[in-house]
């Protein structure tokens, strides 16, 4: 049974940092691609960043050069540094890991951004 784990959530202020961590169980996931989604409040789930199998990155544009997604295979994680965060950066976050017709969600974890 495949599980994701979020963590690494919190309050900080506005141009804080936060690393936000995803553990996935259940399987080897080197040959998945992975991602980091977000709800604001009242919103739909947007994209946030993704890496394939083999590293490639993509990031929305509202992220580009303040978060870093990343992954470690050899212990089934992946991350995401997030700098100058910004009010607008307040949402739910959730770990995502698919390959072909497997895709899996973790439950997410809360940032909120406020001073």
């Known amino acids: 049974q495949v599980q994701l784990v979020e963590s690494g959530g919190g309050l900080v202020q506005p141009g804080g940092s936060l690393r936000l961590s995803c553990a996935a169980s259940?399987?080897?996931?080197?040959?998945?691609?992975m991602g980091w989604y977000r709800q604001p409040p009242g919103k739909q789930r947007e994209l946030v960043a993704i890496?394939?199998?083999?590293?490639?990155?993509n990031y929305a544009d509202s992220v580009y050069g303040r978060f870093t997604i990343s992954r470690d295979n050899a212990k089934n994680m992946v991350y995401l540094q997030m700098n100058s965060l910004k009010p607008e950066d307040t949402a739910v976050y959730y770990c995502?890991?698919?390959?072909?017709?497997?895709?899996?969600w973790g439950q997410g974890t809360q940032v909120t951004v406020s001073s």
């Open positions: 995502r890991i698919w390959f072909r017709s497997n895709d899996y």
């Open positions: 259940g399987g080897i996931f080197s040959i998945y691609s």
């Open positions: 890496i394939s199998s083999d590293g490639r990155t």
